[in-house]
């Protein structure tokens, strides 16, 4: 014998239909009647199935889809009580007497079941917002940081053409003053350039004016001999003036050898010894 | 903005002073609020324009947040009088509508209804002018836990006043 005669089934699809349909402002008016029929029905088919074998087993499957289905539509807590509580009353008035234990038992586990659905996919959709916003978080982080890199990038630029203006005086000649410590970063940005600068023009005398580098020690000497070496690699030489008498006096008592470099003491010496090379001279217009 | 009786939509001077008792911890946003709304204290005896109170309950919002408006709407109600009658959750809410009659008067000013699914869910349908949702959640959820519940309230979806997606909005209560 069926749980429910077919005058009785077709009665309840209708009005709970209807009445999920029918509910104001609600995941089941938004998603409309086609929506609503398809879920009752399904309800109704497991409600049956489960009442011949005596397990809440079809109802799981029915009440997650409700849940899956409805949920993106803003489905609340009380949405799941009024579809149970909406079904267990019409079931209990349309169905056989000797089920109603059955049928009670059945939709207090499908509220348990859809409930606890219902708060597995919030929990996740809150994952989901948290993940996002710390993605967000990350991404703005990034964006921070590039914007600092890019700064700093440009400020480097800005130190690097500052720090190492090489100006060609005369054809074949470029005059590197320096200014400020010379550590081996800036030994790294100036033999990057200077090179370049000798391939492009080139140059056969790149004069290095040391007057402004207030400490000449082992190491800068160390870092310049080895600019000469790489200068030398392109068949050009270094000239190094400005030396003052306390980094000379420095470099002979640390007993750095300069390696061949010649030496001048102020930039016109030394310009005049690179126009020497050249086979030129320098000529006082005063 | 205190005005006399007439054809214009008013706010009671009695709960917008509950609203700001409300506020107590953060009176120095209020005061500030207040005085650039050309006020220094509420009146209680007086009415006021409704327009003007609800914009400064937007500017509250705006200033201190979502969560400070749901907990002045649930101080408001915690702390008001009611008739020794009412002394249950299910009577307060029933009588949702009667509490935005009394504080709000004039032409369409909308109402809110409350009805019964069972004795643990309530449905309130509110098309009450300018309805703030915060504040409304706060004062669903305060009329609960003046007799000890602590209720879930849910906003419906598909329209709703203060987002101005619809002309009402529906709360669900449940506990
Ligand atoms: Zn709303």
């Known amino acids: 014998m069926p749980l429910f005669e077919p005058t009785a089934r077709t009665e309840l699809l209708s009005s709970l239909t209807a009445r999920l349909a029918k509910r104001r402002m609600s995941a089941f008016s938004l998603l409309g009647e086609d929506v609503c029929r398809v879920h009752v029905e399904a309800a109704v088919d497991a409600l049956e199935r489960d009442s011949v074998t005596g397990k809440a087993e079809a109802m799981r499957a029915a009440a997650v889809a409700m849940v899956t289905t409805f949920l993106p539509e803003s489905l609340g807590y009380s949405d799941l009580c009024f579809f149970t509580r909406l079904l267990r009353e019409r079931a209990l008035e349309l169905g056989r007497e000797d089920q109603r234990g059955a049928i009670e038992q059945w939709c207090y586990e499908h509220l348990a079941v859809s409930t606890t659905h219902f708060m597995v996919q919030r929990d996740d959709a809150l994952q989901r917002q948290a993940a996002k916003r710390d993605i967000e978080r990350y991404e703005s982080q990034l964006a921070e940081l590039r914007v600092a890199l890019d700064e700093k990038t440009q400020l480097l630029e800005l130190i690097r053409e500052a720090s190492t203006p090489i100006a060609p005086v005369v054809p074949g000649i470029l005059v590197v003053p320096l200014v400020g410590t010379f550590d081996r970063f800036r030994a790294g940005l100036l033999t990057e350039r200077l090179l370049d600068e000798i391939a492009k023009t080139r140059a056969r005398v790149a004069i290095l004016d040391i007057s402004g580098v207030p400490v000449f020690d082992t190491d800068a000497a160390q870092l310049i001999v080895r600019l000469a070496r790489s200068v030398r690699l392109l068949g050009a030489q270094v000239i190094l003036v400005g030396m003052s008498p306390h980094n000379a006096r420095t470099i002979v008592e640390l007993g750095v050898d300069l390696d061949g470099i010649v030496t001048c003491r102020a930039l016109q010496d030394g310009l005049r010894s690179a126009l020497a090379t050249q086979r030129l001279e320098l000529v006082s217009i005063a | ?175």
């Open chain 2, 1 to 175: 903005m205190m005005t006399e009786p007439g054809e214009m939509r008013e706010y009671s001077g009695a709960a917008l002073s509950s609203f700001v008792v409300g506020l107590s911890e953060h009176q120095a946003v209020v005061d500030k609020l207040l005085a650039e709304s050309g006020v220094d204290r509420i009146d209680p005896e007086a009415w006021y324009e409704l327009e003007w109170a609800f914009d400064l309950f937007d500017k509250i919002e705006r200033e201190l947040g979502r969560a400070a408006v749901i907990k002045v709407g649930r101080s408001m109600v915690e702390t008001a009088v009611y008739p020794p009658e009412i002394d249950s959750a299910q009577k307060i809410l029933s009588s949702v509508g009667y509490w935005w009659a009394l504080n709000a008067r004039g032409p369409d000013i909308g109402t809110m209804t409350c009805e019964w699914e069972d004795e643990h869910h309530a449905v309130i349908e509110c098309t009450a002018y300018r309805a703030r949702c915060t504040l409304v959640i706060g004062i669903l959820e305060g009329a609960c836990m003046r007799y000890g519940i602590s209720p879930l309230v849910e906003h419906g979806p598909g329209s709703c006043i203060q987002q101005q997606t619809g002309p009402m909005c529906v709360y669900r209560v449940s506990w």
